[in-house]
């Protein structure tokens, strides 16, 4: 794997115009020009880096992907979705399990998503930057859609990065809060679910824009579980997958939404962004191409990772978890107040709870230098409760260091040790996984899914080499379990 250029990024651009009028012109050519921008665009105007960009997001979901099989009720999920039956169109990944299109795309979402491993952090055309989970829909998707077509690499890869772009740049220019109570990974996903099927499908514009109004009436999604740490949190971009394929399966036999589905009354704007700026969701539109920034180092919502990544660095500084007499973390008032600051007391789904946690990521960094879907799945340990337990949450931080934190272990001979992280692992612009990074944490996830080595390696190979490859058969066969 080689580093992906980041070119669209330098020079910086001009400062979009917001003014009135111009916001109320893009609102009035948003969905066609997006719709134009997902079925006319052709291969030789999609950047290579950009396709190198899609593989590395694939790559990783994919990892993501066969680790979720290790979760608990996961094998309960893909046994519900086989019961479901229909036509076998594609398989569940690490599964030799057909059934249609859409199923498969939903049970491939949940287990992507199931150990909050999947790549986060939309990314917006001048570099903005907002909560999303958008890959761990539309690889799903484009699995799921690419084997039931016979599409080749290429097409597949083509649909993913048009896919990843339109869902960046409405999920960046919807004013998106995680505290709203809405979870976007169950709106802005589906419009990107709707695009990358409806490309596949070759639907053209006005099949792309009609798929639109049929997927608008399925979006929805609540960060309740999150903030509950229930698995259900899950599901939101699971429906989308499946709202996406469903949508345009209708849209391909005559079926039709309102005429306006994005940007209309009580459309897409209306209905899911707050304060909508879809002059911003145009801005260089098929000059920059966006998605998810961010391929997560560590296995936890992407709020604890300055704090664990502070850890892990202590960690490796020789700092141990049983050294410690008082761990404390400071990070912003909204933090601390937030779903990850909650005191840790786990319940009927431990490792839920440790993926959301502070307190317990913390805890594991000092403890293994690292938090994987196997240390998740370890958050009953005595030992790491207690610690989880003592740790102390500091809201000292200023409102916009909000990927900022310090922690400072107090060891049991009286020495104290401080890391501060301002920009934890992961984001390609600031601190980038290496290559070789990214492929470990893939080789690494096989492992624990139970994957052969020498099948990982394999499957490795072939999704690095996707873009050349007739079709995703040989990939499937390869990361299926045994």
């Known amino acids: 794997m080689t580093a992906p250029a980041q070119s669209d990024t330098a020079p910086s651009p001009a400062p979009p115009d917001t003014t009135p009028d111009c916001a109320l012109a893009a609102r009035a050519q948003l969905t ?3 719709a134009s921008h997902v079925a006319a665009t052709s291969p030789g105007e999609i950047p290579a880096e950009a396709r190198e960009r899609a593989v590395v997001r694939l790559v990783d979901a994919v990892g993501c992907a066969l680790a979720g099989h290790r979760a608990p009720g996961a094998a309960e999920l893909v046994a519900l979705a086989a019961d479901w039956g229909g036509r076998p169109d594609a398989r569940i990944p690490g599964t030799a399990v057909r059934v249609p299109a859409r199923t498969a795309a939903w049970a491939a979402s949940v287990l992507t998503r199931t150990f909050d491993f999947e790549p986060v952090s939309a990314e917006g055309p001048g570099g903005q930057e907002v909560a999303a ?14 084997e039931r077509r016979g599409a080749t690499g290429s097409e597949l890869l083509d649909a993913l990065v048009l896919a990843d772009d339109v869902t960046a740049r409405l999920a960046v220019g919807s004013s998106f809060d995680v505290y709203s109570g809405q979870d976007n990974t169950g709106t802005v996903n589906g419009i990107g679910a709707t695009a ?5 499908a070759g639907l053209g514009e006005r099949g792309l824009v009609d798929a639109w109004g049929l997927a608008v009436q399925q979006l929805g999604g609540s960060v309740a579980p999150i903030f509950d740490h229930a698995p259900a949190f899950r599901l939101p971009m699971a429906f989308a997958a499946q709202a996406g394929v469903t949508a345009v399966e209708l849209a391909a036999i005559g079926y039709r939404g309102e005429d306006d589905p994005l940007a209309g009354r009580f459309g897409f704007l209306d209905r899911f962004c707050a304060d909508p700026r879809p002059e911003l969701m145009l801005e260089r539109l098929g000059e920059v191409f966006c998605g998810d920034r961010v391929i997560k180092p560590w296995s936890s919502c992407r709020a604890s990772h300055p704090s664990l990544d502070a850890a892990a660095r202590l960690h490796a500084r020789g700092v141990r978890l049983e050294d ?3 761990v404390r973390i400071h990070v912003t008032p909204r933090t601390a107040a937030g779903f990850v600051g909650a005191e840790w007391a786990p319940g009927r789904t431990p490792e839920v709870d440790a993926a959301f946690s502070l307190r317990f990521t913390a805890v594991a960094a000092l403890a293994h230098g690292n938090v994987r879907p196997e240390h998740l799945l370890g958050a009953g340990d005595p030992a790491l409760g207690a610690a989880a337990a003592a740790v102390e949450i500091v809201p000292s931080l200023a409102p916009g260091e909000y990927l900022t934190a310090e922690v400072e272990v107090l060891t049991h001979d009286g020495a104290t040790f401080r890391e ?3 920009a934890p692992l992961g984001d390609r612009h600031h601190t980038p996984l290496t290559p070789a990074q990214v492929e470990g944490k893939f080789l690494a996830n096989a492992e624990f899914a139970g994957l052969p080595a020498d099948r990982a390696r394999r499957a490795l190979h072939l999704a690095l080499d996707l873009a050349d490859a007739p079709g995703v058969g040989r990939l499937l066969d390869a990361i299926t379990l045994p």
């Open 324 to 326: 410690a007499a008082r």
């Open 420 to 422: 501060r992280v301002d």
């Open 32 to 34: 066609s020009r997006l």
């Open 196 to 200: 990358l099927a409806a490309r596949l």
């Open 133 to 146: 989970h958008i890959t761990g829909t539309t690889v799903p998707v484009a699995l799921a859609e690419a």
